[in-house]
């Protein structure tokens, strides 16, 4: 079923509650990565053009129900209104009557950010009173926070079911690019895994068995799949209770015919935090002294190929420690073999878009989605509790 956008509603003069995420980076009160809020800017511009008096809300961070200003929403407001060319009025709260004056005496063509909704842990708690001060404020509720969509807080969920809703057009868009993708993939289908712990992601993984064709596994996630394939991993981050899991899913995959690919071989160091010995190993074996950090030469090789002959490539996860130049050789290669394919290409957000942006890949990805828990829900086939709570069309 289709959810109502914002171009099934009337949002002539109303005040429309509008839920974006503007989790920015933020280094000394200074926004260092401003696309989650230039992604926002065709949704709120249509918004204002049609007459609305626009009311912003966010979570920034983590301040665990209290207040704690370098998570203040400040310096989002004064980016926003600096894109949009308009001032856009903040409120030091998101509750309260200041903010309900505020929002009160709002006109059509104005914008109003309120301050960081985890500043009360009523946000994360779906709280029923928070939810309902929430919407006091507004006639319209509208839901762009696709980063957040897996999440049933108030801001997300709760206000949601008080008011006439729809979702904005970065929802949409990442609907439209997953869902249809995932449901409908041109084959061969190649899933891209990578991260930390297999416990995070042995649902997805068991899920993408039953999807793709093809499955390449990295990160130190891959290093347990081993060890549950005996070979031995050194001083390698491996979840020994995990083992079991893994060899489960190793047979999943040969009984559904999936290839599993999993690393060959390994770049390898003595110490992560101060390496003074780095080397690709012969085999998928990492010696007793040293620990894995990326996928080595042949592994690329293997992989890329894979890529190539691709039709549809989704991606989550990165195969090394990227953030170090030293060790970033495998997602680099994995992110330019996916910029070289002729397939569809879907980034599932995160670590593996913040790599394909690093690495100047990203015009070259159909789509890099702008939220990873929320992207990996979908790349399940789940439903997200903040899509379906909107009005079907």
């Known amino acids: 079923m289709e959810k109502k956008t914002i171009e099934n509603i009337d949002v002539y003069g109303k005040k429309v509650l509008l839920r974006v995420d503007f989790n920015v980076p933020l280094k000394n009160g200074v926004i260092t990565d401003d696309n989650r809020i230039r992604e926002e800017l065709p949704t709120i511009k249509f918004l ?53 004056k505020m929002a009160n005496s709002l006109k059509n063509g104005e914008v109003l950010m309120l301050e960081n909704l985890r500043f009360y842990a009523e946000e994360e708690e779906n709280d029923k009173q928070f939810c309902e001060k929430l919407a006091r404020i507004a006639d319209v509720y509208v839901n762009d926070a696709f980063g957040t969509a897996h999440r049933k807080h108030a801001s997300t969920y709760g206000v949601a079911k008080l008011l006439p809703n729809a979702v904005g057009f970065l929802i949409e868009k990442e609907l439209k690019n997953i869902v249809d993708v995932i449901n409908n993939p041109k084959r061969p289908l190649v899933g891209i895994l990578g991260g930390a712990k ?50 489960r899913l190793i047979e999943l995959a040969d009984k559904k015919g999936v290839q599993l690919l999993l690393p060959v071989d390994h770049i390898v160091t003595n110490d992560f935090n101060n390496p003074t010995k780095i080397k690709n190993t012969v085999n998928a074996n990492i010696n007793s002294d040293y620990l894995g950090v990326d996928i080595g030469k042949q592994t690329v090789k293997l992989y890329k190929k894979a890529i190539k002959h691709a039709k549809t490539v989704i991606w989550n996860g990165p195969m090394g420690v990227f953030e170090n130049d030293k060790f970033a050789n495998g997602t680099k290669a994995v992110a330019k073999a996916m910029a070289k394919a002729k397939a569809t290409t879907i980034v599932g957000g995160g670590d593996s878009a913040a790599a394909v942006i690093k690495f100047g890949f990203a015009k070259k990805m159909t789509h890099i989605s702008t939220g990873g828990g929320a992207s990996l829900k979908l790349f399940e086939g789940k439903v997200l509790p903040a899509v379906d709570v909107i009005e079907n069309k």
């Open 198 to 247: 297999v416990s995070d992601k042995i649902t997805i993984v068991e899920s993408l068995l039953n999807k793709v064709d093809v499955l390449l596994v990295g990160g130190a996630m891959a290093y347990t799949f081993l060890a549950a394939n005996n070979y031995h991993m050194g001083k390698s981050r491996v979840e020994t209770e995990m083992i079991g899991e893994a060899k």
């Open 48 to 100: 204002l053009n049609n007459g609305a008096a626009v009311i912003i809300m966010s979570h920034l961070g983590r301040p665990d129900g209290e207040v704690k200003m370098e998570y203040s929403l400040k310096p989002t407001a004064e980016k926003l209104g600096e894109l949009l060319g308009i001032e856009v009025k903040f409120a030091k709260d998101c509750i309260g009557n200041e903010t309900r």
